[in-house]
């Protein structure tokens, strides 16, 4: 099957439709935390609020997506101030007198965690970039800057971070490459940064190099220091949505570089070798863990069907037929599409359950918590309408390719 | 329903007969490590070996299981000898040199990680204790001793250890003081130990006071220092199976005491609040996971099915039942031993899956990994096969009572 034109216009539309109308009202304004600043984000299906603590990852991702609305959609003030609170909650509360930041916060801003990963950083990062280019907030910018290279010391200097590990048996994970870059990406465009194109480079080398393996058709997630696989439970572990998502990272970055057919092929085979591994034949949707030789995953919930894979994998199937008009990934698109707005899709009160079982029931109704906010599915609902505004040129709006390549 | 006097010896024999020619032989004699010493557990349904990691914990209750059953059922030599190769594992390469021990080893014994609890050393306590009484080695004996006083550190010196959260939303488990009473009984139970009745008394009083909530029928997971609820998603969390542990710990009190009325009235309202909570009315088997006001829990798996929280509910209903007579719990320990051997119990290989969805269907296969290996459910089939020998008064062999009362 192939889109046609309307098809895609029709997608488009749907998309922004279901982010402007189902998604974000179901989170703004009520979750604006009017007496301490942030975000009051861990929510049930009705929108209960479930606990006022806040998590520094989903404050960052939620100020980064109010400040992108209002530089990608339109200049509406109330995104602007939303974004505003959260850049000011993180600065005023989040980061430990290291310099390294909290990972959990209780409503005024006490930590109650911090942990031994950089994600909250840089979460921060393209919060205070996408900020910085909404508000012209030279601070911000600064600060965007500033802790993306605090984020490449942390991931390049051995032992500046305490290990969770001995050094028995060395290994990586691909989210550190995958991570940087995207943050690299958001930072190069919204306000710009020299070091990010190298950088971005690097990080793709090293995914390909140690992580992408042709001859099993696989991405591992986790590989030892020289990409060779460790055989043991937690090195055979595959995360088909994670892995899927850094194809689109790379396809993200083909279309910057005015459609690079080496990065296509590179994008497509990840998406194509993590399709057939994650795609869950008998019930449809994507798979949480699978293990690379096909033996029990440990992770309890390894089979389950989270709720961000399927924004990461209808995110990487549009943007791979975009870029490829192979009409595999339009069927691929489509069932995924399908399964992920007739399962995951609150009809009655917005948003998406977050924690289906392999059958597709909802095993429980929370739509925000520690790890769950207004960050994947926004992103993805974002990021496609962008794309097929791109791509019928329906819309006189910037397209992302004009609006990336502006510098603040 | 009551059960007969013929139904209870079928039930023992039903136990007994499962241990040794179901669970037992699934796990030896292939486990043995010839080479490295220690035990090769991490196996898949048909006993395929998966990963030849050691996991610290179930070294320890391996170890500890084939002494128990070397003490308690009869000598057999390749138990004792299997009991010792555990033992020396534990000793040669899983402590650290601060004197605490690892979490996670190589077959060949280097450690991969450490954790910051310490539950590797209280299995090792008991693992060393049981061993003691079968061999009589006053070495193993006095390591036991020494290194359940570091235990009883750990638990009560404040920054001992290095936490995990900081301290502005203080939280106490009822894992710790759980884990030492059991603890403790091992230790009194098979070589002695003058110190233990006390600290008993002291762990049954915490729980009581702090984690037993008589307004709400509830046995909390975790509490404030002070026993009060934190409201929270963390704080909220219910782990019924393990609050049944604990009232089958207060009810091997009650009986090692004489059938102690307070603590069987303590133990059986334990396990009344966490029936009511953990019992799924729909599919059957005990819940992982709830939220004590019914909100979502955050756990993925918490509506999984796990085998062991059906062997804690599984000894603990048969033995409140042989200390009341009360016909409630020999409903329950029907429905929770049908539900049981039906779904989990694999009739090809032996032993049980550890892993079911909600349904009762499998989710994966393993038999062993880092958390599961033989205990839960040998311990089950052990200590209710003892029971029922007690109860009913067939076997000639020493009672656990009797076998309790010998000091080393």
New interface residues.
């Given amino acids: 099957m192939h889109y046609t034109k309307s098809e895609l216009e029709n997608l488009g539309d749907f998309y922004k439709n279901q982010l402007l109308n189902d998604t974000l009202p179901f989170w703004f304004p009520r979750s604006l935390d009017e007496e301490f600043g942030g975000y009051l984000l ?1 929510r ?1 299906h009705d929108g209960t609020l ?4 806040k998590a520094v990852w989903i404050q960052g991702r939620a100020a980064w997506l109010l400040a992108t609305l209002y530089n990608t959609v339109e200049p509406r003030q109330e995104w602007l101030e939303g974004a505003k609170s959260g850049i000011d909650f993180l600065n005023k509360h989040c980061f430990d007198t290291d310099g390294r930041m909290f990972f959990h916060m ?1 409503r005024q801003g ?5 942990r031994r990963y950089f994600f909250s950083e840089t979460f921060a990062v393209i919060a205070h970039a996408a900020y910085a280019k909404a508000s012209g907030d030279q601070e911000a910018a600064d600060k965007a800057r500033y802790l993306f290279g605090k984020c490449i010391e942390y991931a390049t200097t051995p032992g500046l971070l305490e290990p ?3 050094s ?2 060395p290994a990586k994970g691909i989210g550190v490459p995958m991570i940087l870059m995207n943050t690299a990406q958001q930072l190069r465009e919204t306000i710009g940064d020299p070091r990010c194109d190298a950088l971005i480079d690097q990080f793709i080398e090293e995914i390909e190099r140690d992580f992408v393996k042709d001859d099993i058709r696989c991405v591992m997630e986790q590989v030892a220091p020289d990409g060779s696989i460790i055989d ?2 937690d090195g055979r572990t595959l995360n088909p949505g994670h892995g899927i998502e850094g194809a689109w990272f790379i396809l993200h970055e083909a279309k910057y570089r005015n459609n690079d057919p080496r990065l296509i092929a590179l994008g497509c085979k990840m998406l194509d070798y993590m399709w057939e591994r994650g795609w869950d034949k008998e019930f449809g949707g994507i798979y949480y863990f699978r293990d690379v030789y096909g ?4 992770e ?5 069907k ?1 709720w961000w894979p399927h924004n990461e994998v209808i995110i990487a199937t549009l943007l791979a037929y975009a870029l490829t008009q192979d009409k595999k990934y339009a069927k691929w698109h489509t069932m995924v599409h399908d399964w992920a707005y007739t399962h995951f899709h609150d009809q009655e009160h917005g948003e998406w359950f977050g ?1 289906l ?2 059958d597709g029931s909802v ?4 739509k925000g ?3 769950k906010g207004p960050f994947h599915l926004p992103r993805q609902e974002w990021y496609c309408a962008q794309l097929m505004q791109e791509l019928v040129g329906k819309n006189a709006e910037k397209t992302i390719v004009e609006t990336e390549k502006q510098n603040f």
């Fill in positions: 861990m049930d479930i606990d006022t603590d209780t006490e930590p109650i965690r911090k969770k590990f001995t028995t048996r043991h439970i033996k029990p995953v440990q309890y919930w390894q089979d389950m989270f924690y079982h392999r095993a429980q109704t929370a918590n520690l790890f």
